[in-house]
């Protein structure tokens, strides 16, 4: 129940008026800690070991090749390549005890976290009012906004050393912890009154409301500027594919399992790459080098809407697996082992594996029903190509022959072929064909051909398909 409850004060907390003096203030504290940090962590740097045996590494934990994070070796981590941050929580060097997670208890009641651009007056109220006392917190505190913000920093930026001698660092993307609501596809309107806590300065105000979120956007100078109705038309087709048609299978939507000593893993899932990443990127200031704060793992926390948007993260990763019957998950013992640590609204420090964070009916929410209008927006099939001059596809073998005594074939096929009545159509296939002088039915590259007489006018279409033996040219 408790952890519960900290973790509605936390997703009701986490948006607080920023004002220029507040920030000010957290970021000369932060430079203080940065000083006495960098001394600390170079000695600990050569207590790794010990360290090591402080931190909660039973001896299970140790033959597996689950990760966590060291928390009393902590050091600077890069932000950008051109940039060192320190995001080291405050007398990190002492070992602090901890307690394992504890499932909420599964009598009490069930929060429902709700769309962002649907929440009434009294709503924005309250989350207004629980964010502003994050904020007031001082820096000293783990509960306070500041140093909640730093935990994606230390996280995601390797700033702690890894258990298990791991070169591969415990990304809490991979557990999808955000807190918050929704979507929505522009900003919902309270995220830009600079009277309320949800306003965040460090943002790209090109993007603001009524400008539709671009789910598939880039930086680069020739990404195409569409419509408010052509991006929302494109966001549904990006959805459908990133959702369904891309992700089949658990590693395309999950991305890569980490684990110890299997080196840096660092394949993205689809819904990781866009729109989790595209966002990021497109919320964050262009005014920044690193499109800073969205724009990066160290900054990107710092804004409000951060926890929004990793809710809907979280979010479609139950709508995924509900639209595929709850049945793909990793079930890798590894992955689910690593683990982190956070703080609870006590004050305990709180070791918690990934395992853990998996099932929301065990953690005690849901989220409240809406559409998936992207459902049905499966992207138009292409258009095909015109047959007028040589097309070059590569095709992969399905199977190879063992012996020249099977019996089975291998066979091209060349699927939906459309021809008009009245055309005389016929053109030639080839495989493997390095040298186009030998275009010629009498070489071995030549695979077969198609023709069609003309005949029955124009209205009538026909769809058809060729089928060729495959012979080892
Ligand atoms: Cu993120």
Redesign the pocket.
């Known amino acids: 129940m408790a952890e519960r409850k900290w973790i509605l004060i936390v997703s009701l907390a986490f948006i607080v008026l920023v004002s220029s003096s507040t920030s000010r203030i957290m970021k000369s504290s932060q430079l203080q800690y940065s000083y006495m940090g960098e001394l600390t962590s170079m000695i600990l740097g050569k207590l790794r070991f010990w360290a090591t045996f402080n931190n909660g590494v039973d001896d299970n934990a140790a033959k597996s090749r689950a990760i966590g994070p060291n928390m009393t070796a902590c050091h600077h981590s890069y932000g950008r390549p051109d940039l060192l941050v320190y995001c080291c929580p405050p007398g990190f060097e002492k070992s602090v005890p901890f307690v394992d997670f504890e499932f909420p208890d599964p009598r009490s009641l069930v929060r429902l976290r709700r769309p962002a651009h649907l929440l009434n007056e009294s709503y924005i109220a309250k989350y207004n009012k629980a964010l502003s006392i994050m904020k007031s917190l001082p820096y000293d505190d783990p509960r306070s906004f500041a140093r909640q913000a730093e935990l994606h920093c230390q996280f995601c930026t390797g700033a702690y050393e890894q258990l298990n001698h791991s070169d591969s660092s415990v990304n809490i ?1 991979r557990c999808r912890l955000g807190l918050g609501y929704p979507e929505g596809m522009p900003i919902p309107d309270y995220y830009v009154n600079k009277k309320l806590a949800f306003f965040h300065t460090e943002r790209d105000f090109s993007h603001f409301p009524p400008r539709v979120a671009d789910l598939a956007y880039s930086t680069d100078q020739n990404h195409p500027h569409v419509s408010n109705d052509e991006q929302t038309d494109v966001n549904l087709k990006f959805m459908h594919t990133q959702m369904v048609s891309g992700a089949r299978k658990t590693e395309l939507f999950m991305g890569c399992a980490y684990k110890a000593h299997d080196g840096y893993c660092n394949s993205p899932g689809t819904i990781e790459s866009a729109p ?1 990443n595209t966002l ?1 990127t497109w919320i964050g200031s262009s005014f920044n080098p690193g499109r800073e704060d969205m724009g990066k793992f160290y900054s ?1 926390a710092k804004d409000p809407i951060f926890y929004a948007h ?1 809710s809907n993260i979280d979010r479609l990763w139950e709508v995924w697996r509900e639209i595929n019957d709850q049945r793909l998950d990793i079930t890798d013992p590894d992955w689910l082992d690593s683990f982190f640590f956070f703080y609870d609204e006590n004050l305990k420090l709180v070791k918690s594996k990934v395992r853990d964070v998996l099932d929301i009916t065990k953690l005690g929410y849901s989220y409240e029903e809406v559409d998936h209008p992207w459902l049905s927006h499966r992207p138009p099939p292409p258009d095909g190509r015109v047959l007028d001059g040589i097309i070059t596809v590569k095709v992969s073998r399905s199977m190879k022959r063992e012996s020249k005594e099977e019996e089975e074939e291998e066979a091209i096929v060349v699927y939906g072929i459309k021809v008009k009545g009245n055309d005389y159509v016929k053109f030639d296939v080839y495989v493997n064909l390095s040298d186009e002088t030998k275009m010629n039915p009498k070489f071995r590259e030549f695979a077969g051909t198609f023709a069609h007489i003309p005949g029955g006018g124009d209205a009538m279409k026909k769809k058809v398909k060729l089928k060729l033996e495959f012979r080892n040219c």
């Open positions: 993307h989790h990021h990107a990793h």
